[in-house]
């Protein structure tokens, strides 16, 4: 199986900055696709950013100018550096991917369990 630990969050100002990791581990063949979502207090979860591979990036229009996502495929890692932070970016962030593990040779998505992102002042 695949695990997901993200790490970086925390509270801070609006206007403020932070960087979030997700690093991967397991049975990992190959990692495709990695992404961030969120889910603020009583709605959906929705999709943050997304990185299928080192030079295409894809982002929410609320998070576009302000988040950058990354990824070190040496260290099966993820990143969100969030700049210019607002309080509606109040969440809990999570990770995924899509992985291939050795026991099995279908493609799947994997979660992390999520870190908690508060800003205000």
């Known amino acids: 199986q695949v695990q997901l630990v993200e790490s970086g969050g925390g509270s801070v100002q609006p206007g403020g900055s932070l960087r979030l990791s997700c690093a991967a581990s397991?049975?990992?063949?190959?990692?495709?696709?990695m992404g961030w979502y969120r889910q603020a207090p009583g709605k959906q979860r929705e999709l943050v950013a997304t990185i299928p591979s080192a030079d295409i990036t894809n982002y929410a229009d609320s998070v576009k100018g302000r988040f950058t996502i990354s990824r070190d495929n040496a260290k099966n890692t993820v990143y969100l550096q969030m700049n210019s932070l607002k309080p509606e970016d109040t969440a809990v962030y999570y990770c995924?991917?899509?992985?291939?593990?050795?026991?099995?040779?279908?493609?799947?998505?994997?979660w992390g369990q999520g870190t908690q992102v508060n800003v205000s002042s």
């Open positions: 397991g049975s990992i063949v190959t990692i495709y696709a």
């Open positions: 995924n991917c899509q992985a291939r593990i050795r026991t099995d040779y279908i493609r799947r998505t994997y």
